[in-house]
């Protein structure tokens, strides 16, 4: 795990954005996994204007988005697919038929969860996975207790977070109590992972994830496991972290361990 103490959001977008940019650059058909929520919308608005500069070509881009609700049609306001049309893929020069999202009424549950499985080892895994994280730990949506190795699927969402997303379904009498969602075991796949957080009702969360035990009851605590993964916070996101001064030392003389290597 690599900690990014930036100053504000910002900055946490400026980070991943370039990273994303530097992953393009080597791979120009780079496979994203796209969330949704108010965390990524700063590195999207990025990555619009970078392209709209002509910096960044998403025609050969594949994105994939990493979940959904339940009982929403695709076009509904807050669904993640209107989400993500109206904050990216509508504003860049991605393909449509490049464009992958899981289905809010799908015939058949089990069986779409399974061939969007399939559609993701099909391009060959993803490149690089966006992620924000809940107050209680779920990346995704996968809630506390979702197995670390659980596969896309269907997933009932605690109280906790129908009450968050309350706020979004204002005068509608039905909020999603349920969704799709990439599983841990398939996040954990991804070969790059950028997990961002900002403000104070995420530190616990953070902390629990970061300098916390691997376990169940802490989803994003999983990404532990991952060989490449980095966390992007602003300093109230970090601030119950106990090693705060050494994350910021290694990543102020990373430089000196990739010229390191470049002579290796």
């Known amino acids: 795990m690599e900690i990014i103490i930036k100053n504000d959001y ?29 965390t990524p919308l700063g590195v999207y608005a990025k990555l619009i204007d970078s392209f709209k500069k002509g910096e960044l070509d998403f025609s050969e881009t594949r994105a994939f988005s990493l979940d959904e609700y339940i009982g929403l049609k695709k ?22 038929e490049n464009i992958h999202g899981l289905q809010g009424l799908p015939e058949d549950i089990d069986e779409h969860c399974r061939q969007y499985e399939t559609l993701i080892k099909s391009v060959g895994g ?48 039905g909020i999603p109590c349920y969704c799709l969602t990439m599983g841990i075991g398939t996040i954990l796949e991804a070969k ?32 532990q496991l991952h060989p490449d993964v980095k966390i992007i916070l602003d300093e109230d996101a970090a601030s119950l972290l106990t090693r705060k001064d050494y ?15 470049k002579k290796l």
């Open 75 to 96: 076009d509904h306001p807050q669904s993640f697919a209107y989400f993500m049309n109206k904050n990216l893929y509508h504003q860049i020069n991605i393909k449509k």
């Open 10 to 38: 910002d900055e946490i977008c400026s980070e991943a954005s370039q990273i994303i940019f530097q992953e393009w650059q080597k791979k120009n058909n780079i496979v994203l996994g796209l969330a949704t929520g108010r």
């Open 126 to 173: 993803i490149d690089v996975q966006i992620l924000g994280i809940g107050s209680n730990g779920h990346i995704g949506f996968n809630e506390p207790s979702s197995s670390l190795a659980s596969r896309t699927r269907a997933k009932t969402l605690t109280e906790e977070t129908i009450e968050s997303n309350r706020q979004f379904f204002k005068g509608e009498e």
């Open 192 to 223: 790059t992972i950028l997990l961002l957080a900002f403000g104070e009702n995420k530190a616990e969360a953070v902390v629990n994830s970061v300098e916390g035990p691997v376990t169940a009851t802490v989803p994003a605590s999983a990404l």
């Open 247 to 261: 994350y910021r030392w290694v990543y102020s003389n990373k430089k000196g361990v990739e010229r390191y290597a």
